[in-house]
């Protein structure tokens, strides 16, 4: 079936560096895709979204790139700090309003 | 807290046992989604409504499962005579009832989720 998939699982940078967080989607009909964030024992905390009219989008420290060519999406987080440790998860959606997440990159920042 | 709420946070049950979750989404919110969450996956998708309407139900939710929002506003999700793969992080969700690709309002948020552990 559709499924959103991710990388790699486990995502190691140094405090202050940039970090990127890469994802494949293969429904070709979402139209609509979101990161979030999500700490131990927490819920997922939206970042960011984009649209497919789109191919880039930025927030606050970050900034998601889609490449509708080749069905992939990407987190950049700039300046990375400890509380941006958490595991990452992309999720694509399109009008049915349901979300389709992938297993998450887990994000570790080394002090 | 006027975020997406969720409880009990934890539940411990033994199998065979009903289950019950409450789901308070954000004020104003007219479309609630439930999904589940197992350790180290990405959460699925379970079931959503518009308003006190159940659009959508996925193949995941079997007929033990049941989810109800009467008013339109707070929901329910009760799991019947529990077994142990229903051991989970039950996650609630909201949205406005605007489609989620046209506006950021439109986002879908989140509550902390409800911990089912059935032993």
């Known amino acids: 079936g559709e499924s959103v998939g991710l990388h790699l699982p486990t995502l190691s940078v140094q405090e202050g560096d940039n970090s990127i967080i890469n994802c494949a989607y293969s429904?070709?009909?979402?139209?609509?895709f979101i990161w979030y964030k999500q700490e131990s024992g927490k819920g997922p905390q939206f970042i960011i979204d984009i649209r497919s009219n789109m191919d880039k989008r930025q927030g606050q420290r970050v900034t998601v790139l889609l490449n509708k060519t080749v069905k992939h999406l990407s987190l950049q987080i700039a300046a990375t700090q400890p509380g941006d440790s958490a595991v990452y998860f992309c999720a694509e959606g399109d009008s049915s309003y349901k979300l389709i997440f992938g297993s998450g990159t887990r994000l570790l920042v080394r002090p | 807290d006027t975020g997406v709420s969720q409880n009990p946070r934890h539940k411990i049950t033994k199998r065979g046992q009903n289950v019950t979750f409450r789901c308070d989404p954000i004020s104003e919110h007219n479309r609630l989604y439930w999904y589940r969450q197992t350790l180290g996956q990405g959460p699925e998708f379970l079931t959503y409504f518009q308003n006190e309407a159940q659009l959508e139900k996925s193949r995941l939710l079997s007929d033990r499962f049941s989810a109800e929002r009467p008013k339109g506003s707070f929901s329910t999700l009760e799991i019947q005579r529990t077994e142990q793969g229903d051991s989970a992080m039950y996650l609630c969700a909201s949205s406005l009832g605007g489609d989620i690709r046209v506006a950021s309002g439109n986002t879908i948020y989140f509550g902390e989720g409800s911990w089912l552990t059935v032993v």
């Open positions: 429904n070709s009909a979402s139209d609509y």
